[in-house]
């Protein structure tokens, strides 16, 4: 398996524009979890999907995120207006529950936002 | 509610020695309990776990930790340090019914010194 995969690896954008994050679980995984970390905050837990549901958006940080999982195999994270403070390296993890939930994680996609 | 503490933010050993770091966490229920380990510019990757049976659970890279409910502590140990065990450590608990949420702890940075 080729284990989850994120895209773009890197993105660069400008305050106030539209970014959109990608994710591949893990096939066969049934939970997706979105994670943001910074040196100041450390990793934050944004929002997870179960069976393609959003299960806890409470780390959300504001309306400026939203996040879909259309089916078990895509997801998407999206920020919109960007702002400099989004800066941050954002990972998606998945599990594939039961018996023992560890979560895969990918190789982050490192946000700059000037 | 569960929670992870992470005692020490920053962790400095020379080369060949023990290493030491130390999780206690806080959970109405049986946990489930994970190592993850973070190298620069990668996501988290999986260290070693405790959902049952031995208390006493190894990992990759040399390294092991023990379960301890009556000190509700999971820390992480490794006899000999190597240069290369110079990276970012999580823990982390979850339990079973729970959808796959993990509750991580803050991260210790690990040094290794020639």
């Known amino acids: 398996d080729a284990g989850v995969i994120q895209s773009p690896r890197h993105e660069v954008t400008e305050m106030g524009q539209e970014v959109t994050l990608r994710c591949k679980p893990i096939?066969?995984?049934?939970?997706l979890f979105w994670y943001r970390q910074t040196m100041m905050r450390g990793l934050e837990l944004l929002i997870y999907?179960?069976?393609?549901?959003?299960?806890?958006d409470s780390g959300m940080p504001e309306d400026r995120f939203s996040a879909k999982m259309p089916n078990a195999s895509f997801s998407t994270l999206k920020i919109q207006p960007s702002e400099p403070r989004d800066s941050a390296v954002y990972f998606c993890?998945?599990?594939?529950?039961?018996?023992?939930?560890?979560?895969?994680f990918g190789p982050g996609t490192r946000l700059t936002v000037t | 509610a569960q929670s992870v503490t992470q005692l020490g933010s920053h962790v400095s050993v020379s080369e060949g020695a023990l290493v030491l770091l130390r999780c206690n966490y806080s959970?109405?229920?049986?946990?489930?309990l994970f190592w993850y380990v973070q190298y620069p510019n990668q996501g988290l990757q999986l260290l070693l776990k405790?959902?049952?049976?031995?208390?006493l659970v190894k990992g990759i890279n040399g390294f092991e930790a023990e379960f301890k409910k009556s000190e509700t502590s999971f820390h992480l140990t490794k006899p000999s340090a190597h240069m290369s065990d110079a990276a970012e450590y999580f823990c982390?608990?979850?339990?079973?019914?729970?959808?796959?949420?993990?509750?991580f702890g803050q991260g210790t940075t690990l040094q290794v010194k020639p």
């Open positions: 405790y959902t049952t049976g031995a208390t």
């Open positions: 982390a608990v979850s339990f079973s019914g729970n959808t796959g949420k993990l509750i």
């Open positions: 096939s066969g995984h049934n939970s």
């Open positions: 959970s109405s229920v049986p946990p489930y």
């Open positions: 993890a998945s599990t594939p529950g039961q018996p023992s939930y560890e979560q895969y």
């Open positions: 999907f179960n069976n393609n549901v959003p299960i806890d």
